[in-house]
């Protein structure tokens, strides 16, 4: 294989914007992930001030994480021209009251594009630029999950719906790619290695309904898990937060209780195993599986039981492999006493092309330091899990 030259491939890219736009003012959407910012790096040295780059404040991004970006990017070495748009409350209407994953990221999708289009005639702007990866276009097409940001691969007119015509520079490259590129333009270290954001940020993390509180908490125990998974360095890592209802006890809970019995080598009194209402995203025989989560519970002395993490991920394998209905397997660090509304799971992964993924091996030091700080931030938060589960049978990020 041919290896990577960023450098050619940026001097390629800038000619091709600089033909297709001219002298035409343009549109670039960023969120401060390494994608739309190396993006808006490479277009800005193509076209310098006929380009704008806009900030959707959609309400689900992290705390704080709005003024913190327009800043970096505004500021040298990028000096990207910015302006945040606070669209908060449109995108939490356009969202209300929708628990599938795909109905969320097509309503998402449509509120992201008539925003910037608004946007776009506002400021005169013809052309939206956006940093589409290949993974993106892989996933979509692919019938695994639909990302936000693809539209004219699955048939999709921007200029018919729109008003604009897209230019993605980036389609051709990965993540580790991209990273290239970012440091080659001297994108600042926290955001050329920045872990992966989704474009439609914390929406895609709230597992079934969005409501306020349920987002609020995630915001929070987000800033937990990211503060405290940090050094050790995965390659993404994040919290999700789920309604802690479960479906009735049957068959397929006693048959995964066995499982784990036997597998981890304790008494069957001392496992529970939930089938939980809500379904996340998975990845069966290359396509998607909207399936049913797991949680388990090995409680020993009174304490959650906690075997190494890689002795999980083969359990974990095991069940998926007999029931097929499962997407997801998380494994209970934590369990207040009283039941509260939502359940949180903590989600760390090693991969080279996100296409696949395994699953990190946290200490559980830092794990039970997560949990516990999660349960005292977030009163309406009950259950604090790992995702035990790789890249396939489950997708990284849980819808």
Known sequence: MEKFNAQEFVEQQVKEIRKIVGTKR??????????????AALTHRALGENLLCVMLDDAFMREGEPDRVSRVLSNPPLNLPIKVLNVQS?????????SDAEEKRKAFRETFYKSLSEAAEK????????????PDILETTGGIKTQH???????????????????????????PQVRQV???????????????????GLSVRVVGEIKID?????????????EKLAKHQPEQYFAAIIDNTEKPQNSICKHVQEIVTQFLNVKSRQVTARILKEKATGIRDGLRNYGEIVTIKVQVNSQCYQPPIKNLVALQDKIVTENQSFARVLYTVQEKLQKKPYLIAIRAIQTHDFMTATVSEIPWVTLNEIAEEIVKSCPNVSNVCYDVTPKPPATIEME
């Not at 343009?26 to 993006?39: E, H, K, Q």
């Not at 449109?90 to 929708?98: D, I, Q, T, W, Y």
């Not at 004219?152 to 729109?162: A, D, K, N, T, W």
């Open 90 to 98: 449109r995108f939490l209407n356009a969202l209300k009251g929708l």
């Open 123 to 134: 400021e005169g702007c013809h052309f939206l630029v956006q940093g589409t990866i290949r």
């Open 182 to 200: 970012a440091r080659y333009l001297g994108v600042p270290q926290e955001m050329s290695e920045r872990q992966p954001f989704p474009g439609p």
């Open 214 to 226: 349920k987002l609020e908490s995630l915001k929070k125990a987000t800033t937990i898990a990211e």
């Open 26 to 39: 343009t549109l670039i959407a960023v969120s401060g992930g390494v994608d739309s910012t190396t993006c």
């Open 149 to 175: 940001n693809i539209l004219s691969q699955i048939g999709i007119s921007p200029i018919e719906l729109y008003n604009f015509q897209v230019i993605e520079p980036l389609t051709p490259l990965y993540k």
